[in-house]
Every structure is written in C-alpha cells, then in structure tokens.
C-alpha cells in the first residue's frame, strides 16, 4: 500500500512546508574563477521566529561542455549562508526544506542555477551586512555570493535594497530579484493541491492536480513536479505547467512505500513550493 497525504502550507514571499534545517559547510578550494550573470538573491529573516527564515538565489553561468550532472557536488554561498547538494541525474536536489537545480538554459548556451533554502539564526548572520531588526524602508545593502562546482567558483556581488518591521520581519532584494511594490503583502499562489487516489496500490495510477497563480512572479517563469521515487520528474515553461496542473498530472509509484512528491513554480524574482505527500 502506498500511503500518503496532502499537506500544504503558505507564506509570504516563499511557499515551502517544511523543518528547516542548515548544512554550514565551507566551499572547498577551486581552480578557476568565473562570473555569476543576471544573479539574484532573496532573503526572508524572519524576528519573530529566526527558526523559519529563507534564502533564494539564482542566475546563469557559462556553459560548460560534458559536464556530468548527477552526483555533482554544488557549493553555495550567499553572504555567509553556505549550503552544499550532490545532484541527482536530473540535476536537482529536492528535499523538504531545500530546492537546488542546476540546468541549461533554454538555448543550450549556458547553464542556469536555482536555489531554495529554509533557514535559521539569519538575523545574526546577515546583522553584519546591514539586514538589522529595526524598521528601514529601501536601505542599500550588497553581499558577495558564490557557486562552485566541477573546479571553478563563480562569483558576484548583489547589491539592492532591504525593508523590515521590527521585531517582526525582513527582506532584502538583491540583484536581478526587485522589490515588489509591498514588499510584505501576502500573495497565495497555490489554491489547492491533491493527489488521488491516496493510498494506492503499487502500479496503480494516482493523478496530481491543483490550482496554481502565477501572479507577480516575473522571468522565464517554470514549473517542476518531482515524484519523490527518483523517476523522471515534469518540467515545464509556467502557463503549460499551470494548465497541466490544472487537468491533472498521472504518475504510477512502482514499489510500496510513502512518498513525497514536490512541486516548485520558479521566476526570476521568487519560488514558490509546497509538496504533496
């Protein structure tokens, strides 16, 4: 018997259901160095409870010939929050409270990577750079930030703008990731989403299906559903995701067990996530 259930949970500028957790790992030595272009970095710090804090960072790389995505080690550094992942043959990591993919670009002529991270402590972290816990409006703020991979570290330094309320909340937009116009308006992307039947049986057939808005997200906008059993995920541009996702998305689980299956709607300024299991 398969056995699974639905949650879902929302928040304001990242949707991920999860325990947060942080790898602080330092990035090993690299031979070569490269630049990170159109990078972007999002920071949710949350005063109230810095258990439940949040990272976002993306951006495009050269390409890089024969590289081999699976079991890749990938090290992130953003402002002195550090992460590392070992890809999967799709080039991802999805985890519960993490998101990391690194893929070419639509025209093969470059690679784009992608992360989400659920954080902790980020007040004390990133206090240093400015991200404080008093009220500000659109103080200046920059971080050097990194990823390093297959011998070569790619850097950039993010400069952009922070806002928080004190004791309560703060946000930081950096590079290619802008402000929105209420920095701290909620926005609920996902209405609704379901798996049925759940349970099943192995080798049965169970349809993933929802409603999701793609409001305010700007970008190449792109929708991941990963099946959690390590088969081939679905990928694809966001408006033919959503509408995939709104007819429903059929997957057959092979072997008993419990899964969980995450679904992630990517742009240049946010991730939203939530999983299904």
């Known amino acids: 018997m398969i056995s699974a259930r639905l949650v879902l949970k929302s928040r304001r500028l990242i949707r991920p259901c999860a325990l947060c957790f942080m790898l602080a790992l330092g990035a090993s030595p690299r031979a070569f160095a490269e630049t990170i272009t159109n990078g972007g970095a999002n920071i949710f710090i949350n005063f109230n409870n810095p258990l439940d804090c949040n990272v976002i ?9 024969n590289l081999v995505l699976e ?11 550090q992460k590392h992942y070992v890809l999967d043959a799709n080039g991802q990591v999805a985890q519960a409270s993490d998101f990391f993919e690194l893929a070419n670009n639509d025209t093969n002529t470059g690679l784009t990577f992608t992360m989400n991270s659920i ?31 297959n011998e070569t570290t790619y850097t950039a330094t993010l400069s952009g703008s922070y806002y928080a309320q004190a004791g309560k909340a703060g946000k930081a937009f950096l590079g290619a990731i802008k402000a929105p116009k209420d920095p701290f308006k909620p926005v609920f992307h996902f209405r609704f989403v379901h798996a049925k039947p759940n349970p099943l049986l192995a080798g049965e057939t169970t349809t993933f ?34 509408q995939m996702l709104s007819e429903g998305i059929t997957h057959s689980y092979a072997s008993e067990g419990i899964y969980t299956a995450h679904i992630h709607i990517i742009g240049d300024n946010e991730i939203i996530a939530t999983r299904v299991f």
């Open 119 to 149: 954080a902790a402590n980020l007040d004390q972290l990133y206090a240093p750079l400015g991200l404080t816990n008093t009220d500000v409006s659109n103080a200046a703020v920059s971080m050097n930030v990194s990823i390093a991979f």
């Open 57 to 65: 960072f993306n951006g495009q790389l050269p390409a890089v010939q």
């Open 71 to 81: 079991g890749l080690s990938v090290d992130i550094d953003v402002g002195g929050f």
């Open 209 to 242: 299906k929802g409603e999701v808005s793609l409001t305010d997200l700007t970008g190449d906008v792109k929708g991941h559903l990963i099946f959690g059993d390590g088969t081939a995920g679905v990928h694809a541009p966001g408006k033919q995701f959503q």
